[in-house]
T-cell receptor, first 113, second 111 residues
Framework: EPEVTQTPSHQVTQMGQEVILRCVPISNHLYFYWYRQILGQKVEFLVSFYNNEISEKSEIFDDQFSVERPDGSNFTLKIRSTKLEDSAMYFC???????????FGSGTRLTVV | QKEVEQNSGPLSVPEGAIASLNCTYSDRGSQSFFWYRQYSGKSPELIMFIYSNGDKEDGRFTAQLNKASQYVSLLIRDSQPSDSATYLCAVTIYNFNKFYFGSGTKLNVKP
């Protein structure tokens, strides 16, 4: 079964550093998303991406965050100047079209120290 | 504020029993309803989704939707210890661009 692949599985970074989280969505999917889950809390929407541009973003997704689909296969989330409260699991998800449930990647655990 | 509420549990059921998980939502514009299973430290896995009032069955799982009462439930028949996980309810509102998740119900199935 096709998978959404995320790398790295775990990233430790110092506060103030930049991190890039990588995702390879399922190849024929059109819609791409980033969600995060702080330990013990809800899965929260960050951003959706369609047709090479952001279609919606949450209030969490401020200027610190950016997304790119640089080469037609990878989908990246960049977090500039990380803060302690950015520590969370970050999940990438993709959809073949609207009306389906997400296929989530295995996640990247980001720890900011 | 678009809220999706779930009892955090834990819900404990014996092996072979029916587990009943409930979810309520606040926005009457909610259109689609999803159930995910999440094992500790893992990503959510889609179990099933439902759009219309009534029941939808898929193997041991049945989703039930009541839009008038704004709740959706998941029944797991013949519960197995491997079903022990946190079950997340998610809804979409007005479009499919964003899912709102509940905080999940932890299910323990005792052998």
């Amino acid at each position: 079964e096709p998978e959404v692949t995320q790398t790295p599985s775990h990233q430790v970074t110092q506060m103030g550093q930049e991190v890039i989280l990588r995702c390879v969505p399922i190849s024929n999917h059109l819609y791409f998303y980033w969600y995060r889950q702080i330990l013990g809390q809800k899965v929260e929407f960050l951003v959706s991406f369609y047709n090479n541009e952001i279609s919606e973003k949450s209030e969490i997704f401020d200027d610190q965050f950016s997304v790119e689909r640089p080469d037609g296969s990878n989908f990246t989330l960049k977090i500039r100047s990380t803060k302690l409260e950015d520590s969370a699991m970050y999940f990438c998800a993709s959809l073949p079209g609207q009306g389906y449930g997400y296929t989530f990647g295995s996640g990247t655990r980001l720890t900011v120290v | 504020q678009k809220e999706v509420e779930q009892n955090s549990g834990p819900l404990s059921v014996p092996e072979g029993a029916i587990a009943s998980l409930n979810c309520t939502y606040s926005d009457r514009g909610s259109q689609s309803f999803f159930w995910y299973r999440q094992y500790s430290g893992k990503s959510p896995e889609l179990i099933m989704f439902i759009y219309s009032n009534g029941d939808k069955e898929d193997g041991r799982f049945t989703a039930q939707l009541n839009k008038a009462s704004q709740y959706v439930s998941l029944l797991i028949r013949d519960s197995q210890p491997s079903d022990s996980a946190t079950y997340l309810c998610a809804v979409t509102i007005y479009n499919f661009n964003k899912f709102y998740f509940g905080s999940g119900t932890k299910l323990n199935v005792k052998p």
